[in-house]
């Protein structure tokens, strides 16, 4: 699975949207870029994922540029509860899909009054 | 959404002794699950991939006779930590992957044990 890099830490103001960045020069056609967040010693939470399109659900949108060799995370109106360590994971899908996620250290995001 | 337990959230043992952690997932069925540990300020770290019904596959490093994994229903995998010293001291996450959801295929976490061993 390719590998990713991510900003160690990001500071974003409470209601202001956080962009987190993902690198992933190194995809292959056949991988997904999944995001996961991890609260203070909480298990990872599922965020979104994606293969090539924009998508966009309830808790964030994922931008996937054109070349998917980057992608940005966007919580549209940080909370102080959004405070958690943001992990950008890329793994082949599909029927060949083994399951496992590999972290890297993911972005520490906090958020600010 | 689905949801994942684990029991005990903490333990303490002595050296020497052997612990069981429980994953279970409470409203589907897991063919697969995922064992991690993580240390403080770390991420997290793939231990070994748990199969219904057949042995777990083990991640370079992690020692199979250590680290005993049982996969016995599809709502159940236990990791049980053998002979445990303080190196063995962490957090120990599972996570399981939803046999039933194949189009969107994302992994459902436990909250985590935490392991003192003293």
């Known amino acids: 699975d390719a590998k990713t890099t991510q900003p160690t830490s990001m500071d974003c103001a409470e209601g202001r949207a956080a962009n987190l960045p993902c690198n992933h020069s190194?995809?292959?056609?056949?991988?997904?870029v999944y995001w996961y967040r991890q609260i203070h010693s909480q298990g990872p939470q599922y965020i979104i994922h994606?293969?090539?399109n924009n998508e966009t659900n309830e808790m964030a949108s994922l931008i996937i540029t054109e070349d998917r060799k980057s992608s940005t995370l966007i919580l549209p109106h940080a909370t102080l509860r959004d405070t958690a360590v943001y992990y950008c994971?890329?793994?082949?899908?599909?029927?060949?899909?083994?399951?496992?996620?590999?972290f890297g250290q993911g972005t520490t995001l906090q958020v600010k009054p | 959404g689905a949801v994942v337990s684990q029991h005990p959230s903490r333990v303490i043992c002595k050296s020497g002794t052997s612990v069981k952690i429980e994953c279970r997932s409470l409203d589907f069925q897991a063919t697969t699950m995922f064992w991690y540990r993580q240390f403080p300020k770390q991420s997290l770290m793939l231990m070994a991939t748990s199969n219904e019904g057949s042995k777990a596959t083990y991640e370079q490093g992690v020692e199979k006779d250590k680290f005993l994994i049982n996969h016995a229903s599809l709502t159940l995998s236990t990791l049980t930590v053998t002979s445990a010293h303080p190196e063995d001291s962490s957090f120990y996450i599972c996570s399981a992957r939803d046999a039933g959801n194949k189009g969107r295929d994302e992994q459902y976490f436990g909250p985590g044990t935490r392991l003192t061993v003293t």
């Open positions: 190194t995809i292959s056609g056949n991988e997904y």
């Open positions: 994606g293969l090539k």
């Open positions: 994971i890329v793994r082949v899908g599909g029927s060949s899909n083994t399951g496992k996620l590999i």
